[in-house]
């Protein structure tokens, strides 16, 4: 199984900050890297897909780069709506597995 | 806009058989992969399974002893059933699709979640 490992953990911010999650795998994935966003009660909803393509509908500030091992999820100013659970998962190969999550909270 | 909609008993005895059908609406269930997600109270995502509309499927291999999924194109759904079940199997289960795009794979829809707890 490929591990997928993301940091921070948790992180503290405000609105309108600029942050950064950093997800890695065990292999290389190549591009094969997609992030979701959780609220509390809810099921994930896929933000990015191929590393970098924002999926439909989902607000430019927020951006995916990386490839192989290295991935990045990044919004560029934080609002109200987007403190939450962030997930990488891999889609490379089967079983399909996720980072074990970012929380995003408020400072 | 597809939908996706979990049902089953919300509580299941020891050694006992889970049992879950997601029900698809709003689009057909002859194409992508239809999975199954499950997450434990605080904590993370775990991947089950998957099964194509042919029948064919891929199971997490940590749970593929105990995992059996089935479908029925006819009525729109897709069936989970996890045997010999334990504590360790209480969790949240969504069922999910598995959008193909070009060479990328995304969990695109999701179903809203239904509470299993295991107990006597």
């Known amino acids: 199984d490929i591990q997928m490992t993301q940091s921070p953990s948790s992180l503290s911010a405000s609105v309108g900050d600029r942050v950064t999650i950093t997800c890695r795998a065990s292999q290389s994935i190549r591009s094969n890297l997609n992030w979701y966003q959780q609220k509390p009660g809810k099921a994930p909803k896929v933000l990015i897909y191929?590393?970098?393509s924002l999926q439909s509908g989902v607000p430019s500030r927020f951006s995916g780069s990386g490839s192989g091992t290295d991935f990045t999820l990044t919004i560029s100013s934080l609002q109200p709506e987007d403190f939450a659970t962030y997930y990488c998962q891999q889609s490379y190969s089967t079983p399909r597995t996720f980072g074990q999550g970012t929380k995003l909270e408020i400072k | 806009q597809v939908q996706l909609q979990e049902s089953g008993p919300g509580l299941v005895k020891p050694s006992e058989t889970l049992s879950l059908t997601c029900t698809v609406s709003?689009?057909?269930?002859?194409?992508?992969?239809w999975t199954w997600i499950r997450q434990p109270a605080g904590k993370g995502l775990e991947w089950i399974g998957r099964i194509y509309p042919s029948g064919s499927t891929n199971y997490n291999p940590s749970l593929k002893s105990r995992v059996t999924m089935s479908v029925d194109t006819s009525k729109n759904q897709f069936s989970l059933k996890l045997s010999s079940v334990t504590a360790a199997d209480t969790a949240v289960y969504y069922c999910?699709?598995?959008?193909?795009?070009?060479?990328?794979?995304?969990?695109?829809?999701w179903g809203q979640g239904t509470l299993v707890t295991v107990s006597s």
């Open positions: 999910a699709r598995e959008t193909q795009w070009l060479v990328q794979f995304l969990f695109d829809s």
């Open positions: 191929d590393a970098s």
């Open positions: 709003g689009g057909s269930i002859s194409s992508n992969f």
